[in-house]
């Protein structure tokens, strides 16, 4: 027996299905008075059937329409009837949030959906998830976080300072968890930070840098029991730690020009910073974009960029639209008004409960992959299931999603897969360097007057780019031909032995010996003894006015770092000790003599030439930033020296690997 008439339409309707033409014509035709009762009993027969269908797949799979003249997007196809779903590109303005926990497909949606744009796109990568996309883009720039360099403080080209300053505290205090109260401390001495900069009259650089802000705050006079004094203590040690780790991403008067970068596609992997970096990062870059935009005046609302961001709770959190003494934070409203800029974002997050009713609200393309279910009951709602499509929901596959666009109905989808091939540390620096090489930036400088001048003057300071930064003194100098091909060999290639040069360089003994003389005569290399036991030799040391000699002569100087030959060969030999085991290893990064990176494993090795309180410095910074530690030292008397200097300081000793150079081994780089 099929269910009652009544029966049957309390199921349609719990099925969504009341307006469904077929159920419609069947229901008619159930109670036709002009049908027999066999006719009435089949049509209720069907009903049911319909209704049993509908359960097991509640949706109608309804694509959006659109040309294919137009840029779109191919997300998969729908499940049952394998219709392809394709979004309008332009659509993203209105942005898109993407929901599903661990492992369900959103990395894989996120990589599929950058493929598809022809716009530009920014990805906020914590995991480096991305840089495996430089083979299927060429011109993709991937900027792994030592390698950023941006000055938050710096205002975007045509955005007025005094404005700039509002956006750059809020911002800082809510990515740095402070109360409200310190943004007023910090916009008053950003203002007079800029005020020295002479940055109120005109935006130009220099620029001041956070370590700038540091200082100014340091020299702020205030009482510490009194309320500034106490923003004044927050500020100052959130600052510090930036100031500290960050030093070679934010200590620059300009950093890359993100007016350039804006339309290219980069990757900004910010996974090896702290988390409220990260935010800090992420949401100056955001505010960077959009308030550049908002001063060109562009509000054709094309889209010019897309900015993917996972985690995104880490921008659009729930708690900070909680304290409600704050307001809505910034980075919300900066969203729900990009749209008019062009400015397309694309949000995921294992944790929609724990993302702003604003994201949710402001994505007019929500992708619910599978969830957890406590996740899952947090964003059903802002989708629009009913009951039974809820039910479906609740038990999706990887990579099966529903897809909600704006006021269509839901409908699930099987995303394209995505695959990558695995690009490794060493490939992805050999790809990028070029690009690197090719990002122009300006180092940190005062300003060119002093503060009380400010006022008066028009003059407007210059920048100077790195290139022609250093000025040197003429060195005037005849050389043989066989001495200069002999200072320009040590220039590039700093680490051979003196016999092994003569080789390469085709000299005899007596020819080479000649040409070094010569060198030495002219005080451009120092001869030293390097190395130990077997492999112990003579090398080249190159001397200051032999850096200075080569500059003129345009050569580029191959060494890293102004430590002597001896110190660029221990370092060389440590880091290959690092990389026999596993670590990718660099020398002179982050300001350790040698700097190793594994997975999440971070450690730094200092090579100690003497007795130096520098070193504790470096020692100081490393454990700050949470690296193992390691020191080795000359001979034993260097380490017996900073032995007495560590356990006279207030450093933690034991978190410290003193060695030797000739006794370092496996076991001080292990974890
Ligand atoms: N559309 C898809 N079709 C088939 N398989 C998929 C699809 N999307 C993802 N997968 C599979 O699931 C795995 C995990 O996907 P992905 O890395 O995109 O998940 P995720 O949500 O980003 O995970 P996490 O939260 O851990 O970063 C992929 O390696 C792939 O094997
Ligand atoms: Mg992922």
Known sequence: MPPSISELQRRLEKHGLDDNPKAQKLLTQATAPYLDQEQQWRARILLQKLIQKHRRYPFTDSVPQISYLTDQAILGKTIKSEKLYRLQEQDLVQHAGIFGRSGSGKTTLMR??????????????????????????????????????????????????????????????????????????????????????????????PYPTLQDLFQKINDWKAHPSSKEGQYKGTVKSRLRGLTKVGGHIFNFSEGYSIEELRHRNVVYEVGGLYKEFQ???????????????????????ELQLILFVEEAKQLFSVYQEQQSAKGIPVIDDLMAQSREFGLGIVAADQEPGKLTESLKANTKTKVMLPLESTQFTKIVDALGLNDIQKEYARNLETGHAIVKHGGRDPVPVQLKNYQTETVTEKELIEDQREKWNQLDFTPSKKPNFSPSESTDTGSTPSTD??????????????????????????????????????????????????????????????????????????????????????QEE??????????????????????????????????????????????????????????????????????DTGWKTVVAARNQSVKKGLQR???????????????????????????
């Not at 003194?473 to 043989?480: K, M, P």
């Not at 220039?491 to 085709?506: G, H, K």
């Open 112 to 205: 599929n959906l950058m493929a598809e744009l022809s716009a530009p796109f920014w990805a906020f990568d914590r995991k480096q998830d991305y840089r495996h996309l430089i083979h299927d883009f060429d011109d993709l720039l991937v900027l792994p976080w030592y390698n950023i360099k941006f000055n938050p403080l710096k205002p975007p080209e045509g955005v007025k300072p005094i404005l700039w300053i509002q956006v750059f505290a809020t911002i800082f205090t809510d990515s740095m968890d402070l109360l409200s109260a310190s943004r007023g401390f910090l916009i008053a001495v950003v203002a007079e930070l800029y005020q020295d900069y002479n940055l109120l009259k005109e935006n130009t650089g």
């Open 279 to 301: 935010a800090l990062m992420q949401a100056m870059l955001f505010a960077y974009v959009y308030y550049h935009q908002l001063a060109q005046a562009n509000r054709s609302g």
């Open 465 to 550: 780019r790195q290139r022609d930064a250093e000025s040197t003194e003429s060195v005037q100098i005849a050389l043989s031909e066989e001495a200069d091909d002999l200072l320009e060999h040590i220039a590039e290639n700093p680490l051979q032995f003196v016999t092994d040069r003569y080789d390469s360089l085709s000299l005899s003994y007596y020819k080479g010996n000649e040409a070094k003389k010569e060198l030495l005569e002219e005080d451009l290399v120092s001869e030293e003894s390097v190395g130990t036991g077997q492999s112990k030799g003579t090398m080249f040391g190159l001397t200051e006015k032999g850096r200075a000699y080569l």
């Open 554 to 623: 345009d050569v580029e100087v191959q060494w890293k770092g102004r430590g002597g030959i001896r110190h660029l060969y221990w370092q060389d030999q440590i880091r290959d000790l690092l990389e026999e085991h596993g670590w990718t290893a660099f020398i002179e990064k982050l300001d350790a003599d040698v700097y190793g990176i594994d997975g999440g494993d971070e450690i730094a090795v200092e090579v100690a030439m003497g007795v130096n309180d520098r070193e504790l410095d470096h020692v100081e910074d490393h454990l």
């Open 645 to 671: 200097k560590l356990e006279d300081s207030d450093l933690d000793a034991s978190q410290v690997a003193l060695t030797t150079v000739r006794k370092l081994d496996a076991e001080d780089i292990q974890l």
